[in-house]
């Protein structure tokens, strides 16, 4: 294997996780450390920062500041949704990232995010190839949608699921404090799947969780889901929803998009649109006299919430930007990091990394296998949740500083 | 000091916080240990489980289950919102509450709860003195509200203030990721006192909160919110909002009724109701062409994360609960434990136990001094600062099962 010399960017795209820092850190650190790579280069919000010449030097910042990253919420060096054009139809943006790659010789770039920065990573490590300009390009995943194809789960789903889970066991408890009546529906984010959802469901294993959870995976049926409730409200005065945000009928349509619908104009010529769960709260105010409702939105939180992230998740994701550096000095490129799953001979989860064509990951969504959702289609099986325990495993100890939480203060020098 | 031999009921009522249990455990764990205290009853859903005499029996309990109580959210007994009436105009409930002390020779008789529960307190206390019933009737404070009368602070806040202040930093990196504008609302409990929308400045205070905050202590005038939103939005094109949803207008009405008035009768024959948030989120839109703006509700969570608890709050609503108990059994009677506040020749905080009369407390509510919110009404002083950190120190170490918490799981066995 050749020896490349040359510098690396790092850049962090799409919705932000409570560990996509970790990874990014895996990625600084190691790469500071790595003889072959010259320069440590952070872009500033993703892909744009590299087309906008705004990259910051890593080797300025404060080493201590940095290893704060591993506890930091949301993306330090900034994100994006900038989707690149196919090359062969406009490839005015390749030629500038070329341009800005020659400029300051990088021979390395990492790229941190879901589905369509994989894509992104994929256009730009093919482009180079094409253009013969020698570039190792490497996917470091992220996503609390847990849906990239190719890994056992994605970095940044433990983290949110035990949030889900955790507040839902709080939710519960609240919820029962009263001998009166009470639904509660929770609103989830998972636009397309349902791993976050489902981890709801794990609240439930506990003995303290939703009574019904729906995910994207299985159609929604609005008359069975207010049957249901109904039939619970009637048992036991207390039930507890969690829904994906994603949930459709069978038509496709969007059950959030049911309250558009009806949504009337406000007196300041907006839609009162309300979410999913407002949506919802409203069906079974129609169904159940006087029923006592409340819709919770998990809202930014579920993807922000570090004080309530996984250790198990920041250090795999540290590992996956690590295993990132190290794979790309070691010749490889045009891969994506990737989770496989084992367990030891006492049944110990183990997390191996391995390594996957970006071209397998780009744009491939992978669901919540339907045998992992109860033949009803509104609660999960086992299998699931055998599969989510183990992420959930070890809590954080992070700096704190009067009480709060320390984060990571980066000085972000812009190189010249 | 005559020496009283007889049982306890504890009792707990009003809403939940994350911490009101380990109140109750303080109460149950010191009454168990005490020779005084024949036996310990927990009351079903506060003073209904007196009346309804529905008792549990807390010797009946497993004690490591009951230690979780530390660590577990909401009421484990249950709580109710039930308002004694005034005994001079009907003492039905009286001489029921009275039977039932009877019945079981109950001569201790501990309140956990705020405002309200303290005017139960109390009447409970005054009546058993007019009949000449002896009992010992102790009042133990919670509340996230933080409005009680007579006391440094309340079991309850700080754990909600901390769930607050750290969700309100996570909310800041999390909205910072794009670099487009983005506006945010955060809506934060308080009907009366801005105590926990205020802890919402100790995020400020960490570098990474809300440009702007509002409490029900000051009068809200719309017209200058919009234009302070505007002139921020103008200036960084990021800008976070934290508001007490008890916010009203010179004239008293409450700024969520602003949306509610406007609000339109859905298909299913429902008034639209947003909350705080949305009603904000409406005229902000209102006013910003096209802006991009999220109202976020905190919602249950603030009163049950137990997850975000603070070991102090846990320590001192523990302590709240003993002090309850050894008060009574040294002959004190007719008072609630309160918080006095000292600091020693190091400057560290000393949290000290205090009694004071129960009349005092009852109904009457604590505001944030008008001198710790700025000129502006806007946002907090350092004196607010300075009082809300000693109080958000340290974390639990709660006991985990499969990476989730592992709540009380109480037996709830019903005295015969």
Known sequence: MKQLIGSAIIGQSGGPTSVINASAYGVIRTALDNPCITNVYGAAHGIKGVLDDILYDMSKEDPYELSLLLNTP??????????????????????????????????????????????????????????????????????????????????????????????????????????????????????????????????????????????????????????????????????????SEGIHDASGKLIAEYGAENAKVDSFGHKQLGGLAATLVGMVKNRIEDVKIRGIELSLLQRCAAHCASQTDIDESFAAGQTAVESAVNGITDKMVAFERSYDEKGNYICNMKLVDLTLCANTEKKVPREWINAEGNGLEQAYIDYLLPLLQGDPKPWKEKGLPRFANLKKIVVK
Chains 1, 2 share one sequence.
């Open 74 to 243: 949301s993306s330090a060096l900034g994100s994006c949704r900038y989707k690149l054009k196919d090359p062969d139809v406009d490839d005015t943006d390749y030629r500038r990232i070329l341009e800005i790659f020659q400029k300051y010789n990088v021979r390395y770039f990492f790229y941190n995010g879901g589905n369509d920065s994989m894509d992104t990573c994929n256009k730009i490590s093919k482009y180079m190839q094409k253009v013969g300009y020698e570039c190792r390009v490497m996917g470091v995943p992220k996503t609390i949608d847990n849906d990239l194809f190719g890994t056992d789960h994605c970095p940044g789903f433990a983290s949110a699921a035990k949030y889900v889970a955790t507040s839902c066991m709080e939710i519960y408890h609240d919820a029962r404090v009263y001998d009166t009546p009470m639904i509660c529906i929770i609103e989830i984010m998972g636009r397309h799947a349902g791993w976050l959802a489902a981890s709801a469901a794990a609240a439930t294993y506990m003995g303290c969780g939703p009574d019904l959870v729906y995910l994207p995976e299985v159609d929604f049926d609005v008359e069975v889901f207010l049957s249901d409730v109904e039939k619970l409200y009637k048992k036991s005065g207390k039930v507890i929803i969690a829904v």
